[in-house]
């Protein structure tokens, strides 16, 4: 199992419970994203305990680097080894990424996904002093604001392309991101229709399911919606489960009920629960300065030269560019870069999703003692 | 109806792109590069862009000096930037064996036309590439002056210069067969359709045996896979790019990017089309780095990949016509260098397909030579021992 948030730890608690050799690998602490929430995290300590007293293994700090060729081998590195781990049946609950929006000066310091968001709150990083903006789906920015809440920053308003949760906060539903303004940080944004909204602070709440574990044990990576989200599709070459917002779960509070079913039906010998990708509607004012890429500074309109120059293909525009080649290795990216390829009349073909899963230092690689 | 050509080229690696452009750039003929996926997609996008001039032979050391300065002349015959850059290179030495095969080669590089190839005691190693300080002692190194280039700017840049041209590039096609009539190649058959052409370029490097094979002939070429990871970018920390072959084959080098490359090769790689990456590699490499560059340990590693090399028996490449059947041309069997090779090798063999002759600097890839000898093992497991076996 990859994965170790209340989703990975409700399955492994089910899993192991009915007889199951159950091995969870998590490459934080064991919590996962549910460490950041106000109304998760004090629940944490007892799932791992359930799960543990089920009898599974529980390793953190140790990150699945990948799936490696037709065997059922995931190789995994830890504080002091690599491992080659070889299993019947694989559970993937790798949660989701915070997903930029494209908009004019959408590289400006002070803008930042929902899950840093809760992170920087957690730790005590956002200042109280902040004017904090939320823009995103209804979902998410009831998300940020019971975050914001729980950590007592206050929110000066909240914006998207849908409806707005109920809130005491300036809300602006049906709306566009058109721009940001700052030179060095952020100072504003400009919403289509309220106009110029001051803020140091921009929280995005909008998500991309994470998807390359999937797409290394044998699933079609494919484009769903518009703008579109990157969905694995078809079937896996062993038995794979996909629960959480690995497959586009988004009622936080509701995952760990759900994953528990869907354990318990697979248990009984079911199928893996439906995928509920994100609908995300169109929230950013394309413009050609806006980053694609924010880890090699590839502009939109470095996608438009490159499309008039014949190298508007993915594969083509991510050698011709380094759009999706940086650190984050096209996890913010590539569903941006399939959207505006598409928008440009050219069918997107993704990338191949290769090993590590996340950066990795080669001393870890070598088994930890060295470096 | 079948389409016409005066040339068809199947591949769109840097051989075949680079091959389009010199034969467009010498007559007015109908140049069609067919490639399987997109331009690239083979060795040259999976390439690493690493030019060595220091060879282990008089012929390929002459070859592979004349094939640098040809990248040199790049940027400005293809006018873009390809960022060749001397960097250096440092053939490093851990065995005194080593030192004694690098002290007899380096009078023959120093008569070549080769810039500043020199050797260092083990105290020298450790002064000009620091890097490898508090790592396994170094017994001594060959430094050159030899260059890096950005593969896929070079692939690129021939890519645009073959469209200005009119070449056809035809991606996603797979060619399924040769045609030949009478002796004579007269076209390729494609998935839909065929394109009748009199001279047909074999320049696919790891499938050119599978494609020697559809016009009949027999060739000992054999692809295997070659690995590589790649880091998260650093400030630069190192100046030569750095190989060394004892105990284990491998190589790294920082890029202009920032980022570090590197591979160590198993010994028992098996044969055959394997681009899929597998986690001993890293297990291998990342070992090999921390014992010969520890303070390479901190950086992060943040992709790996494979792609295949076209290994022929002696390690040199088949470039030219072939004798049955007339008009099938091989520019293939690079065995590792076809990045440093084919800009060169394109060039000459433009040459010799416009004129019906020969260059001289071709010679040692006499493309018949392995007639009746099809069947011979390539034996990669010892890097010296493919030379000294010649």
């Not at chain 1, 005491?168 to 991101?177: A, D, I, R, Y």
């Not at chain 1, 921009?202 to 044990?217: I, K, N, S, W």
């Not at chain 2, 040809?70 to 030495?93: C, I, P, Q, S």
């Amino acid at each position: 199992m990859v994965g170790g948030g209340p989703a990975g730890l409700a399955v492994a608690a089910e899993f192991a419970s009915a007889g199951r050799q159950v091995l969870l690998v998590e490459h934080e602490q064991l919590g996962g994203s549910a460490r950041w929430l106000p109304n998760e995290s004090p629940r944490v300590a007892e799932r791992v305990d359930e799960a543990h007293r089920a009898g599974a293994a529980l390793l953190e700090r140790t990150l699945c680097l990948g799936l490696y060729g037709e065997e059922r081998i995931a190789a995994c590195v830890g504080p002091d080894e690599v491992t080659r781990l070889s299993f019947r049946e694989l559970v993937v609950a790798t949660g989701a990424y915070d997903r930029p929006l494209i908009f004019a000066g959408n590289d400006l310091p002070g803008i930042m996904g929902g899950r840093a968001f809760e992170r920087f709150l957690t730790v005590r990083a956002v200042p109280s002093s902040s004017r904090i903006g939320v823009f995103g789906t209804p979902e998410e920015v009831e998300r940020a604001l019971s975050a914001a809440e729980a950590a007592g920053v206050r929110v000066e308003w909240v914006a998207g392309p849908a409806t707005m949760p109920e809130s005491g906060v300036s809300s602006f539903p049906g709306t566009m991101l058109v721009r940001a303004h700052g030179r060095r940080a952020l100072r504003a944004v400009e919403l289509a229709g309220p106009g110029r909204m001051p803020c140091d602070v921009l929280v995005l709440g909008f998500t991309q399911p994470t998807y390359e574990l999937q797409v290394q044990a044998g699933l079609l990576p494919e484009l769903e919606g518009e703008p579109p989200v990157i969905v694995p599709q078809g079937e896996a070459r062993y038995p794979l489960l996909v629960v959480g917002e690995a497959a586009g779960w988004r009622r936080v509070e509701e995952i760990a009920a759900n994953s528990r079913a869907a354990a318990k039906r697979w248990l009984a010998g079911g199928e893996s629960p439906p995928r509920r990708p994100p609908h995300l509607p169109a929230a950013g004012r394309a413009h050609p300065d806006a980053f694609l890429c924010l880890c090699e500074d590839v502009r939109l309109r470095d996608l438009d030269r490159a499309v008039s120059e014949g190298f508007g293909e993915m594969e083509l525009f991510k050698r011709r560019s380094g759009a999706g080649t940086g650190p984050c290795q096209g996890k913010m990216c590539v569903c941006l870069i399939a959207a505006a390829t598409r928008e440009r009349g050219i069918d997107p073909v993704l990338p191949t999703q290769r090993p590590p899963t996340r950066p990795v230092s080669i001393a870890a690689l070598a088994g930890g003692d060295h470096g | 109806m079948a389409e016409q050509a005066d040339v068809v080229i199947v591949g769109g690696g840097v051989t075949g792109l680079a091959l389009a452009f010199e034969v467009s750039r010498l007559v007015p003929k109908r140049v069609v590069v067919v490639e399987k996926r997109y331009t690239g997609s083979g060795a040259s996008g999976r390439n690493v862009g690493r030019l060595r001039a220091m060879q282990l032979t008089p012929e390929l050391a002459h070859l592979a000096i004349a094939a640098q300065r040809k990248h040199e002349r790049l940027v400005d015959e293809l006018g873009f930037n390809t960022l060749f850059w001397r960097a250096g290179y440092a053939w490093v030495l851990y065995e005194s064996s080593e030192v004694e095969r690098m002290t007899d080669l380096l009078p023959m590089l120093q008569t070549l036309d080769m810039p500043e190839p020199r050797i260092l005691d083990e105290e020298e190693t450790l002064r000009l590439l620091p890097i490898l300080r508090g790592g396994e002692k170094p017994a001594g190194a060959l430094l050159g002056r030899d260059a890096l280039v950005h593969h896929d700017a070079v692939v690129y840049a021939y890519r645009r210069r073959c469209q200005a041209a009119g070449v056809q590039i035809l991606e996603g096609c797979t060619v399924t067969g040769v045609r030949v009539e009478n002796g004579w190649v007269s076209g390729v058959d494609l998935e839909e359709k065929w394109i009748h052409a009199p001279v047909v370029v074999n320049a696919s490097d790891g499938w050119s045996r599978e494609i020697s094979a559809m016009a009949g002939v027999e060739v000992p070429n054999t692809p295997f896979r070659r690995e590589v990871l790649v880091t998260e970018p650093a400030r630069p920390f190192m100046g030569p790019a750095v190989t060394f072959y004892r105990p284990v084959e491998g190589w790294f080098n920082q890029t202009l990017r920032g980022e570090l490359v590197a591979g160590v090769t198993s010994p028992s790689e098996p044969e055959g089309i394997r681009q899929e990456s597998s986690a001993a590699f890293l297990d291998r490499t990342a070992h090999a780095l921390v014992q010969k560059a520890p303070r390479l340990g901190h950086l992060r590693v943040i992709r790996q990949w494979a792609g295949v090399y076209d290994m022929t028996p002696d390690r040199k490449p088949l470039v030219g016509p072939v004798h049955h059947p007339k008009g099938f041309i091989q520019a293939n069997g690079y065995s590792g260098r076809g990045f440093l090779l084919a800009p060169l090798v394109a060039e000459l063999l433009a040459d010799w397909i416009v004129t019906g002759r020969r260059p001289e600097l071709l010679a040692l890839c006499e493309p018949n030579r392995f007639e009746g000898r099809a069947k011979e093992p390539i034996q990669i497991g010892d890097y010296y021992e493919g030379y000294t076996r010649q």
